[in-house]
């Protein structure tokens, strides 16, 4: 058979052709359906200024082409659209009109995460998609109540709605949902109700559940009786009042579930033993954190777990010596906030995957292991509020990949590692509260590094100039130890403090401003800025250039021996709440303008040298004596001590009591009075009237007068 062979009379050649032909003139997105995405992109608010313009124009009409824009291969008609994070930076939120899409009657796939929606209009409109299969609108703010017939919508298998505001009873949106549905997640959301998990028990293709952070909702796995058609692998059930009815323990369902790749109960105050069943039960990730548990860590049994998390629980007694052999896979370890004892196993410096290790807030002992800090791929080390003993880190430390270190309130001794010089990637350094001497004159130039607090050790010598090329400081506590010298007047080079840019810091940092420790974390952490140099031995005037740094928030200077004035280019600090510069030897005045800053709340000069008038303001009379006292020279409100004329000598100079002696003698008017007529009679007597008299004298006058003309001209 050869291609002129026929196919009921027809030659098959010619068939070929027209099937050609018609691919050709089926090519490209339906009319119908290109109007209805224009008009989608647009409701966005880009219009053709940015996202339909930069993909029309580069596609022409073929909306197949566009970004995030599936077509069938051989029909053309869309099925899925994927519009992820388009409007992340756009302030202005999307009120979406749902019926555009009932015009794309193939769409099988709708995401739409992270587009700042803000509201939907027509919401029921997308039920009359026969084939829709995935709907994802999370990470958005949509305040609504989801329809009825979203969750029984015949071909739906996931329903994604996490993290918005959605609200109403969620019960008989479970209670009704497609039987066929294998992935639901309604987690951080303002749902309410009592769910118990039996309406769920015949969604037998259940793989994924999510009602975790729905603060209103009250979740009941244990009554009534039922049993599970499902084998789930995510379950997400953190915060949702798990199981408050029925003791609060972990759901018996759970040891029938063999396929647990992650399970989250946290935050559900949960009672009970410690669950070493879930360790093997659970291959991946395993969270209990924030309950009421107890007991001790196995010792004998293998886990699979690449993170597990039992952090604030009542948990005690020592940590397993082979540790390395119960979660030989192990990525990320979080046990804080516990009561657990001892050393820290030096098998826990065996794991070579681990990453992320938070044992802070126990009652753990001894040395750092050696391991764990030689050729790590750590990138979070928290040891925090233990009492651990000896160098911080080993000598030759390597920790390439680590962005967060935070060792303060143990008992480390020794020299700040100088180790860490290594660690390029740095954003955080804490090491308060311990008792670490030298200096940190070896330093590198860490690039990243947006918090560095080493207040309350014994460190020494000058405060190191490569913190000037750290641009990424956003906060700066060397305060309560030995340093000397000056401030480095370069500081103003740090581009987050000039507000030239934003620190790149999550984890809550604790910082003491305004005389009180708070703890910054979420919005308040990227918002906060401070620099505390207290109780060292620092030397030399405040530099101006300090005023350069807007975004400061606190500057704490108290307790030097600093010299000089107070800079006037502190007005520039317009973002300033405190400012202390208490106990040092300042002189001179307090700059009015500082008290035209309208933003200080607490300000302290006490137990300087300086004098004249304290300024008044509407700002400074929220300010205490204690604010200004120690400063014998200083005068004025909220002092006893009142101003007399000379305590505002605006140039500074003290003067001495003869002169003070002379102004008070001629400041009396008779004795002013008198003096002008004695030296108007001395003159008239001693010059004018000898001339009168004398014509002998005024011819000598006349004549030397005569004389001096002629020599001068």
């Not at 954190?289 to 293998?302: A, I, K, M, T, Y």
């Not at 126990?362 to 800090?373: A, D, M, Q």
């Not at 040298?609 to 205490?624: A, K, M």
């Not at 000379?646 to 400041?667: I, L, Q, T, Y």
């Amino acid at each position: 058979m050869n291609i002129f062979s026929t196919y009921n009379g027809m030659p098959l050649l010619f068939i070929v052709m027209i099937t050609c032909c018609n691919i050709g003139f089926n090519h490209g997105c339906m009319d119908e359906e290109r109007t209805a995405l224009q008009e989608i992109t647009e409701s966005m608010g880009y219009g053709h200024d940015s996202y339909e313009y930069s993909y029309r124009s580069r596609f022409f009409d073929d909306c197949c082409r566009w970004e995030g824009v599936q077509c069938s291969p051989t029909s053309s008609q869309v099925i899925g659209i994927y519009f992820y994070f388009i409007k992340k930076d756009s302030e202005e939120q999307w009120f979406l009109d749902m019926s555009l899409f009932s015009k794309l009657k193939q769409l099988q796939a709708l995401h739409l995460v992270g587009n700042n929606i803000g509201g939907l209009d027509n919401p029921e409109a997308i039920c009359e998609l026969p084939n829709l299969q995935w709907l994802d609108l999370s990470i958005n703010s949509i305040e609504e109540e989801v329809p009825p017939c979203w969750g029984n919508m015949p071909s739906l298998r996931t329903l994604d709605l996490s993290k918005n505001e959605f609200r109403g009873n969620l019960t008989s949106i479970l209670a009704n949902i497609s039987k066929n549905i294998e992935v639901i997640d309604f987690s951080h959301n303002l749902f309410e109700g009592f769910v118990p998990f039996s309406i769920l028990a015949n969604l037998s293709n259940l793989k994924h559940l999510g009602l975790s952070y729905n603060y209103h909702l009250e979740v009941e796995t244990e009554d009534p009786i039922w049993h599970p058609s499902f084998q789930v692998q995510h379950l997400l059930l953190a915060d949702c009042n798990l199981n408050h009815q029925s003791g609060q323990g972990i759901p018996r369902f759970l040891s029938t579930q063999y396929n647990l790749q992650t399970l989250d109960l946290s935050s559900n105050s949960l009672v009970g033993n410690f669950p070493t069943w879930l360790l093997q039960n659970v291959s991946s990730v395993l969270s209990l954190r924030s309950n009421c548990f107890v007991g001790q860590f196995p010792e004998h049994l293998q886990s699979r777990l690449s993170t597990l998390d039992i952090s604030d629980n009542r948990f005690d007694g020592h940590l397993p010596l082979r540790f390395d052999l119960i979660l030989p896979q192990l990525f990320e370890f979080n046990a804080s906030s516990n009561q657990f004892s001892g050393n820290i196993p030096l098998s826990v410096g065996e794991l070579k995957h681990l990453e992320k290790v938070d044992l802070s807030n126990n009652r753990l002992s001894g040395p750092v292991p050696v391991g764990l800090t030689q050729n790590s791929p750590l990138w979070y080390l928290n040891l925090s509020n233990n009492s651990l003993e000896g160098e911080p880190l080993a000598v030759n430390c390597n920790m390439p990949k680590l962005h967060w270190l935070l060792l303060h309130n143990n008992h480390f001794v020794g020299e700040f590692p100088a180790c860490l010089s290594n660690s390029l990637s740095l954003r955080l350094i804490d090491v308060r509260d311990n008792d670490l001497l030298g200096t940190i004159s070896s330093l590198s130039v860490l690039m990243q590094l947006g918090a560095f607090l080493v207040s309350g050790n014994q460190i020494s010598g000058h405060l190191p100039k490569e913190l000037c090329e750290m641009q990424m400081l956003q906060y700066l506590d060397f305060s309560n130890n030995r340093f000397s010298g000056n401030i480095p007047p370069c500081l103003h080079k740090s581009l987050v403090w000039k507000n030239k840019t934003q620190a790149n810091l999550w984890v809550p940092i604790d910082f003491t401003t305004k005389g009180i420790s708070r703890s910054y974390q979420g919005i308040p952490l990227t918002l906060m800025t401070g620099i505390d140099f207290s109780v060292n031995t620092l030397v030399g005037e405040i530099p101006q250039a300090i005023g350069e740094l807007s975004k400061l928030h606190s500057l704490n200077l108290s307790n030097n021996h600093l010299t000089g004035h107070i800079p006037t280019s502190f007005k520039e600090l317009n973002n300033l709440e405190s400012l202390d510069l208490s106990h040092n030897n300042l002189t001179g005045h307090i700059p009015p303008e500082i008290s035209q800053m309208s933003t200080l709340s607490k300000f302290s000069v006490a137990f300087n040298n300086l004098r004249g008038s304290i300024p008044s303001s509407t700002q400074f009379s929220t300010f205490s004596e204690s604010d200004f006292e120690g400063n014998p020279e200083l005068c004025g409100e909220p002092l006893q001590r009142r101003c007399s004329g000379n305590d505002d000598d605006d140039d500074g100079r003290k003067e001495n009591p003869s002169e003070k002696a002379e102004e008070s003698v001629f400041d009396k008017p008779l004795i002013f009075f008198s003096f002008v007529l004695i030296s108007y009679s001395l003159g008239f007597w001693g010059f004018i009237a000898p001339l009168y008299i004398s014509a002998k004298w005024r011819r000598k006058y006349f004549a030397t007068v005569d004389g001096w003309i002629e020599h001068l001209f």
